[in-house]
């Protein structure tokens, strides 16, 4: 493995603190008894007198003086300062601690224990007085240190940021440690998914757990993950909806049930699309779809004020309102208000040619649902941006859902649309079997078609409707959608811990010849690689007036006896 001189430093240093005694991992608790957030907030608003606190966290700031010095450490909740002097946590003719531990042995990242007591400085900053210091982590790796400065007219510029959003996503704990922001994105998606929880279990809904490895995929129109399992010698499908096991368990004498599962579905990713995806399913005896809307207006109203105190969502520019009642449009209204054109009366043939007038993509494979559905997908969901309801699809569109009562060749069938995107589906679910058997045969003959997200048929789940499923509102919920709206995240890796990402390529390493080809002299070069640039695109992208400072500075630090270079040699290596 090939470290970094930062790297091999503070490995130098941990080697150090093992043999003065101090061990840079010990195993027993540390004891905390307060936070940064509430020295911050109750300190001086509240007069709490704070005394023998115990705190830990990670060094984010240091400011080494002589026999005294200011640092700052971030535990979950905030930052807070912290006055160290020698004598204090030395006590004893022994300095080691401070003259060479703290001094010289920790470094930012590294995370401490603290006992003391609360102050404020001069300067009006609240601070804690360290009379007792415990190294608990050693950091091996250095944080990116992002450094702020004010310009000529008093804005905060950030320097160094860790900004790269593949960075930021492949490296998410230390997006979470130097980006404050963050935490509170992932606070929000708990929040929401508690209130959530909250709201149907107050409504006497028993949430379940189905299984996740399938022998059939079903439920929704996607293509599956596929697996074996060898000791049944069977293939099996991680699923891509719990939909079939909730309506199971309705017909087992449940009257309501839901579950937050994890689906997945092998289709391409974006920034509204991860393979792996979280969403909350319902469903409810003795309801349909407009029952459920109701629920779906109340529930998420109920997210907003929870989350926020309003149920007005800042989302970029957009100001969405979840305020009960939404507007409503069945899908071929939503159409013909967009496009112009009533599709209602239009068979396969007639939707393609009109698909392919509006300039939506469509191909052969596909039937007239998926023509209906990709004409509404490019020339109306975009534009529905306030929380709307779309109703009543086309019987094609949707193989689990009960014909609608009063209109020919439509199912009961709603979905929420904002910002421009679903955020849940809802059925007045079918409940005769023999139709169900019709409509999976049905979506089989589009798999035949070549169709990959068609549907399979599922005796089991026909057998189960042959028992007798009472009339039931089913729902689904997609959890990443609505925080990315309730965070205003602009992607759905944004609200994901840990989004799937290709696999990480490592970087080439820059050779000489490759430094020199830019017009960097060789004798530079010693100062390149004890600069740690390792490619040629540091050199590139690097602010020219830094680098060349940069550069200067290491010189003279190097003490070699060379000449500089000009700020203008070094503007010509980027060129």
Same mark, same amino acid.
């Given at each position: 493995?090939?470290?970094?001189?930062?790297?091999?430093?503070?490995?130098?240093?941990?080697?150090?603190?093992?043999?003065?005694?101090?061990?840079?991992?010990?195993?027993?608790?540390?004891?905390?008894?307060?936070?940064?957030?509430?020295?911050?907030?109750?300190?001086?608003?509240?007069?709490?007198?704070? $005394?023998?606190?115990?705190?830990?966290?990670?060094?984010?700031?240091?400011?080494?003086?002589?026999?005294?010095?200011?640092?700052?450490?971030?535990?979950?909740?905030?930052?807070?300062?912290?006055?160290?002097? *020698?004598?204090?946590?030395?006590?004893? =003719?022994?300095?080691?601690?401070?003259?060479?531990?703290?001094?010289?042995?920790?470094?930012?990242?590294?995370?401490?224990?603290?006992?003391?007591?609360?102050?404020?400085?001069?300067?009006?900053?609240?601070?804690?007085?360290?009379?007792?210091?415990?190294?608990?982590?050693?950091?091996?790796?250095?944080?990116?240190?992002?450094?702020?400065?004010?310009?000529?007219?008093?804005?905060?510029?950030?320097?160094?940021?860790?900004?790269?959003?593949?960075?930021?996503?492949?490296?998410?704990?230390?997006?979470?440690?130097?980006?404050?922001?963050? $935490?509170?994105?992932?606070?929000? *998606?708990?929040?929401?998914?508690?209130?959530?929880?909250?709201?149907?279990?107050?409504?006497?809904?028993?949430?379940?757990?189905?299984?996740?490895?399938?022998?059939?995929?079903?439920?929704?129109?996607?293509?599956?993950?596929?697996?074996?399992?060898?000791?049944?010698?069977?293939?099996?499908?991680?699923?891509?909806?719990?939909?079939?096991?909730?309506?199971?368990?309705?017909?087992?004498?449940?009257?309501?049930?839901?579950?937050?599962?994890?689906?997945? *579905?092998?289709?391409?990713?974006?920034?509204?699309?991860?393979?792996?995806?979280?969403?909350?399913?319902?469903?409810?005896?003795?309801?349909?779809?407009?029952?459920?809307?109701?629920?779906? =207006?109340?529930?998420?109203?109920?997210?907003?004020?929870?989350?926020?105190?309003?149920?007005?969502?800042?989302?970029?520019?957009?100001?969405?309102?979840?305020?009960?009642?939404?507007?409503?449009?069945?899908?071929?209204?939503?159409?013909?208000?967009?496009?112009?054109?009533?599709?209602?009366?239009?068979?396969?043939?007639?939707?393609?040619?009109?698909?392919?007038?509006?300039?939506?993509?469509?191909?052969?494979?596909?039937?007239?649902?998926?023509?209906?559905?990709?004409?509404?997908?490019?020339?109306?969901?975009?534009?529905?941006?306030?929380?709307?309801?779309?109703?009543?699809?086309?019987?094609?569109?949707?193989?689990?859902?009960?014909?609608?009562?009063?209109?020919?060749?439509?199912?009961? *069938?709603?979905?929420?649309?904002?910002?421009?995107?679903?955020?849940?589906?809802?059925?007045?679910?079918?409940?005769?079997?023999?139709?169900?058997?019709?409509?999976?045969?049905?979506?089989?003959?589009?798999?035949?078609?070549?169709?990959?997200?068609?549907?399979?048929?599922?005796?089991?789940?026909?057998?189960?409707?042959?028992?007798?499923?009472?009339?039931?509102?089913?729902?689904?919920?997609?959890?990443?959608?609505?925080?990315?709206?309730?965070?205003?995240?602009?992607?759905?890796?944004?609200?994901?811990?840990?989004?799937?990402?290709?696999? =990480?390529?490592?970087?080439?390493?820059?050779?000489?010849?490759?430094?020199?080809?830019?017009?960097?002299?060789?004798?530079?070069?010693?100062?390149?690689?004890?600069?740690?640039?390792?490619?040629?695109?540091?050199?590139?992208?690097?602010?020219?007036?830094?680098?060349?400072?940069?550069?200067?500075?290491?010189?003279?630090?190097?003490?070699?006896?060379?000449?500089?270079?000009?700020?203008?040699?070094?503007?010509?290596?980027?060129?």
């Amino acid at each position: 493995m090939q470290l970094s001189e930062q790297e091999k430093v503070r490995r130098e240093a941990k080697e150090k603190m093992e043999e003065l005694g101090i061990n840079p991992y010990p195993s027993e608790p540390y004891e905390v008894n307060v936070s940064a957030k509430e020295i911050l907030e109750n300190y001086e608003r509240r007069k709490i007198d704070y $005394k023998n606190i115990s705190i830990a966290g990670r060094i984010m700031s240091r400011r080494i003086m002589g026999s005294a010095s200011f640092a700052e450490i971030q535990d979950s909740t905030d930052r807070i300062q912290i006055y160290i002097r *020698r004598d204090d946590i030395c006590p004893d =003719e022994d300095k080691t601690l401070y003259n060479t531990v703290f001094k010289k042995l920790l470094d930012i990242g590294d995370i401490i224990g603290i006992k003391g007591y609360v102050f404020t400085t001069q300067t009006g900053e609240i601070s804690i007085h360290v009379t007792s210091l415990k190294v608990l982590s050693k950091s091996l790796r250095p944080l990116p240190i992002v450094k702020e400065t004010e310009d000529e007219q008093g804005n905060i510029v950030k320097h160094d940021a860790f900004a790269d959003p593949e960075l930021r996503y492949r490296q998410r704990y230390v997006d979470l440690i130097v980006n404050d922001h963050i $935490k509170d994105t992932f606070i929000k *998606r708990t929040r929401l998914v508690n209130s959530m929880r909250e709201y149907l279990n107050e409504k006497g809904y028993l949430e379940v757990e189905t299984p996740i490895l399938q022998p059939l995929y079903g439920g929704a129109a996607a293509k599956p993950f596929k697996t074996h399992h060898n000791s049944l010698d069977m293939t099996l499908y991680l699923r891509i909806a719990n939909e079939l096991y909730l309506k199971r368990l309705i017909v087992g004498g449940f009257d309501g049930v839901y579950e937050f599962s994890k689906d997945f *579905r092998n289709e391409g990713m974006s920034r509204f699309h991860n393979p792996e995806f979280t969403q909350v399913e319902l469903y409810v005896a003795y309801k349909d779809y407009n029952w459920m809307m109701d629920l779906v =207006e109340e529930m998420i109203e109920k997210v907003a004020l929870d989350i926020h105190g309003t149920t007005e969502v800042q989302v970029g520019k957009n100001v969405i309102d979840f305020k009960r009642p939404w507007k409503r449009f069945t899908m071929f209204e939503a159409i013909e208000h967009f496009t112009g054109i009533d599709i209602s009366e239009m068979n396969e043939e007639e939707l393609r040619k009109t698909a392919k007038e509006l300039k939506v993509p469509v191909d052969e494979t596909m039937g007239k649902g998926k023509l209906i559905d990709e004409i509404f997908g490019e020339k109306c969901e975009g534009q529905l941006i306030q929380p709307t309801f779309i109703t009543d699809y086309p019987v094609e569109m949707s193989p689990l859902a009960k014909k609608h009562r009063t209109k020919e060749g439509l199912v009961e *069938r709603f979905e929420a649309i904002a910002n421009g995107k679903e955020i849940c589906n809802s059925f007045s679910e079918l409940n005769d079997p023999i139709d169900q058997r019709q409509r999976f045969q049905e979506q089989l003959e589009l798999g035949k078609r070549g169709d990959e997200e068609a549907m399979t048929l599922d005796e089991d789940f026909l057998r189960a409707l042959e028992y007798g499923m009472p009339p039931t509102a089913g729902l689904g919920v997609g959890i990443d959608r609505l925080s990315m709206i309730m965070t205003n995240s602009n992607s759905i890796q944004d609200v994901l811990f840990f989004p799937q990402m290709k696999p =990480e390529r490592k970087p080439v390493k820059a050779t000489d010849e490759d430094f020199k080809k830019l017009g960097i002299r060789e004798d530079l070069l010693p100062i390149i690689h004890k600069m740690e640039i390792t490619a040629t695109k540091q050199i590139r992208e690097a602010n020219p007036n830094k680098l060349f400072n940069d550069i200067c500075g290491m010189r003279k630090k190097m003490k070699l006896e060379i000449e500089n270079p000009t700020i203008d040699e070094v503007k010509g290596w980027q060129k």
